[in-house]
């Protein structure tokens, strides 16, 4: 069984450009988190979806950030017009349907560089 | 606001001694999860802590839930050189289904 899947590993991207970061979730698994991690912290919360639907992006910038996870597909994070403060590592985790006490799965990551 | 503080930040010890992180929060909790985190991996979950007072084993991993759910430890014996990582606690937040984490604490083991 597959864990989550998540590309590019490392992106480079000059300011102002587009980054979009990919994530397949675990088989079965229909809930997806984004997380962001800056070096020598612990993960930040982003945004919470379910197919088709965000249920909760409370931890996300306002503007030039957006996630969507369709019916058919990968979940997309998508990083607008980026600046240097946006490097990071993305990581995206999943969940079950029903999860009694929310326990997620991560992939490896999506390492962002702006340069 | 830090909801969950991770102690010690830093840890580097020799091979074959044991150790203690530990997990800190002002509130209460229904639960807690225990992460470690490889340089250039994502964070693998370790063990789910629920009932105040639990102690869950895993190989020479020692988890202990607080009484009053406010807090965490993990307990490592004869630590060896594959234990090397950030150990990262975390929470669910309230009802929701997003997780808090701590800042983590990186631990190094010295052959």
């Keep these: 069984n597959a864990g989550v899947m998540q590309n590019p590993r490392h992106l480079v991207r000059r300011r102002g450009q587009e980054a979009r970061l990919r994530c397949s979730p675990m088989k079965g698994h229909s809930h997806v988190y984004w997380y962001r991690q800056l070096p020598e912290e612990g993960l930040k919360f982003m945004v919470y979806l379910q197919k088709e639907n965000i249920i909760d992006e409370s931890g996300m910038p306002k503007e030039r950030f957006s996630a969507e996870f369709p019916k058919e597909g990968p979940s997309i994070l998508r990083i607008q017009q980026v600046v240097r403060g946006d490097s990071a590592a993305y990581f995206c985790a999943s969940s079950p349907q029903g999860s009694a006490y929310n326990e997620q799965f991560f992939g490896p990551g999506t390492r962002l560089t702006v340069l | ?111």
């Design chain 2, 1 to 111: 606001t830090q909801l969950l503080e991770q102690s010690p930040q830093f840890l580097s010890i020799q091979e074959g001694e044991n150790l203690t992180v530990y997990c800190n929060s002002s509130s209460v909790f229904s639960s807690l999860q225990w992460y470690r985190q490889e340089p250039g991996e994502g964070p693998v979950l370790l063990v789910t802590v629920v009932t105040g007072g639990e102690v869950k084993k895993l190989k020479r991993l020692t988890f202990q839930f607080g009484d009053a759910r406010k807090d965490s430890s993990l307990h490592i014996t004869a630590a060896q050189p594959g234990d090397t990582g950030l150990y990262l606690c975390a929470r669910p937040r309230g009802g929701a289904q997003k997780l808090v984490f701590g800042q983590g604490t990186r631990l190094t083991i010295n052959p």
